[in-house]
T-cell receptor, first 114, second 109 residues
Framework: SQTIHQWPATLVQPVGSPLSLECTVEGTSNPNLYWYRQAAGRGLQLLFYSVGIGQISSEVPQNLSASRPQDRQFILSSKKLLLSDSGFYLC?????????????FGEGSRLTVL | GQNIDQPTEMTATEGAIVQINCTYQTSGFNGLFWYQQHAGEAPTFLSYNVLDGLEEKGRFSSFLSRSKGYSYLLLKELQMKDSASYLCAVKDSNYQLIWGAGTKLIIKP
């Protein structure tokens, strides 16, 4: 069966510090991968998605970046965090070629920037 | 612009029935999803509708009317564990998911 894990689950970072969130998927190959951010009272905001190794599409210009060094690994990074980067970050995957395109989410990472 | 509307919060009684509505205005339509999200956790898939009509899955049912840009999620025999946020999402013409802000459902004994 397929599983998705992301870490860390919780982190508190000072403004200006770097960030690295990691996500891995097991039990499937060539998944579509996504990074979302969820702010309180607002819908999920798509940050990045990837259809293959090294292929990253950015939806929102910001100081975040994403990389996909391996087929089932997706990393969200920042060189210098801003207060506005605080939020709940979710990694997700979907299978290519499926009609529904259902998303499967990781456990989430809650980031607080102070 | 693209827009998904759903009520911010609803309250219902254990054992009762509740209907959560979702209206959408998107550039194209390639399916509508409902997800459940407990506080502090990730969303989990509940249902998918791409054709008009009702899809039933146990205590949960989802309805779609494409001509009206409208869907609802119906929860029967409510249990305390159903207290959660329910997210409506529409896949647009580019197959990108547009998400509503979610409806927080509070179940009272």
């Amino acid at each position: 069966s397929q599983t998705i894990h992301q870490w860390p689950a919780t982190l508190v970072q000072p403004v200006g510090s770097p960030l690295s969130l990691e996500c891995t998927v097991e039990g499937t190959s060539n998944p579509n991968l996504y990074w979302y951010r969820q702010a309180a009272g607002r819908g999920l905001q798509l940050l990045f998605y990837s259809v293959g190794i090294g292929q990253i599409s950015s939806e929102v210009p910001q100081n975040l970046s994403a990389s996909r060094p391996q087929d089932r690994q997706f990393i969200l990074s920042s060189k210098k965090l801003l207060l506005s980067d605080s939020g709940f970050y979710l990694c997700a995957w979907s299978a290519t070629g499926r009609d529904t395109g259902e998303l499967f989410f990781g456990e989430g990472s809650r980031l607080t920037v102070l | 612009g693209q827009n998904i509307d759903q009520p911010t919060e609803m309250t219902a009684t254990e054992g009762a029935i509740v209907q959560i509505n979702c209206t959408y205005q998107t550039s194209g339509f390639n399916g509508l999803f409902w997800y459940q999200q407990h506080a502090g956790e990730a969303p989990t898939f509940l249902s998918y509708n791409v054709l008009d009509g009702l899809e039933e899955k146990g205590r949960f049912s989802s309805f779609l009317s494409r001509s009206k840009g409208y869907s609802y999620l119906l929860l029967k025999e409510l249990q305390m564990k159903d207290s959660a946020s329910y997210l409506c999402a529409v896949k647009d013409s580019n197959y990108q998911l547009i998400w509503g802000a979610g409806t927080k459902l509070i179940i009272k004994p």
